[in-house]
């Protein structure tokens, strides 16, 4: 027995799915080869109206116990994902989000609970992911498994570490109380939420490929992130909320400004040049009046003349992702 198994932690998988029957039987085998002896799957099934719930029925007597809870319904996709934080088990050590088209290694829950239970200040443990058959560098030091979160964060804007929202081994202390796990409104809730809780808590990650992503013509990244470049408001988003944390007040105001003259100059390019263009300004410029940070004439002059102090060599560009 391993020493992962000796500590009897109680862990929850937690998977929200609408109309999921193509995927799900995998997802669903994933959990139930787990190693890991002290495991709960918690499945939110959001009003589906395909073979979802018959699928369910058939691991109902799996050896890792399956609770199901069905909306009568449909909600949106971050109120089902915080039904599925209120779902779970009371006496629950650590939590994971598992989506309904992915899949975790035999051994991910082991190994992950494993590292996570030698630093109580630990607050999520992440891991190498294959995506769509890649397994990419999450750029995080080999030598080092265990990292300050006011490290981690800096390292993430810095482009020096990837945080991988959709497959993190959460404390569920790390939990806040009254405040929804997910961003309701926002689409990299899983992102934002592993970015809060290193406000707070340090970050442990395991060197080793558990978990896979699937993207396919019917996620939220292939229909909405990716035709309207909503990675770039994410970034805008996260450097709002954290590069004061991570940075300092002074820094943290610079690299804002920076970003947000290279953010309006994106804006603007893919307005005049994207088939998409009009629809991405006005998305963007949307959410950006909801956080209180309309584009106003004046940031586009500054991005203008940003554009040519970068061309005079008199200001560097704004650095990797996103480009």
Not at 93 to 101: I, V
Not at 113 to 133: A, S, Y
Not at 222 to 238: A, G, I, N, R, T
Not at 252 to 274: E, F, I, Q, T
């Amino acid at each position: 027995m391993s020493s992962a198994q000796t500590t009897q932690s109680k862990v929850a998988i937690l998977t929200p799915v609408y109309n999921g029957e193509a995927y799900l039987r995998e997802t669903l085998r994933s959990v139930q080869a787990q190693t890991y002896p002290n495991l709960v799957h918690v499945v939110i099934d959001n009003a589906s109206t395909d073979g979802t719930a018959d699928i369910l029925t058939e691991f109902a007597n799996g050896p890792v116990p399956l609770i199901t809870v069905r909306h009568s319904s449909l909600i949106a996709q971050m109120e089902n994902w915080n039904s599925a934080i209120k779902a779970i088990p009371p006496d629950t050590d650590w939590f994971r989000l598992l989506c309904a088209d992915d899949t975790i290694h035999p051994d991910a829950i082991e190994k992950t609970v494993m590292l996570g239970e030698t630093d109580p200040e630990v607050g999520f443990v992440g891991c190498k992911r294959d995506i769509n058959g890649a397994i990419h560098d999450p750029l995080w030091p080999k030598d080092q498994t265990i990292f300050d979160g006011k490290h981690a964060l800096r390292r993430f804007f810095e482009n020096k570490g990837m945080i991988m929202g959709p497959h993190i081994l959460v404390r569920t202390a790390a939990i806040m109380p009254d405040t929804p796990f997910y961003d309701l409104v926002e689409n990299a809730a899983d992102t934002d939420a592993a970015l809060r809780v290193l406000t707070k808590w340090k970050m442990g990650f395991v060197h080793e490929h558990l978990a896979f992503t699937r993207i396919h013509d019917t996620t939220v990244t292939e229909l909405e992130v990716s035709p309207l470049k909503l990675h770039l408001f994410d970034w805008y988003l996260f450097l709002h909320r954290y590069a004061d944390m991570a940075f300092g007040p002074s820094k943290g105001k610079a690299m804002k400004a920076r970003y947000r003259r290279h953010y309006v100059r994106r804006l603007v390019n893919l307005r005049r040049h994207d088939r998409c263009g009009q629809k991405i300004w006005d998305t963007h410029a949307k959410r950006l009046k909801r956080l209180g940070g309309e584009i106003r004439p004046m940031d586009m002059i500054s991005a203008t003349v940003d554009k040519g102090m970068i061309h005079a060599g008199l200001r560097e560009d704004w650095y990797a992702y996103p480009w």
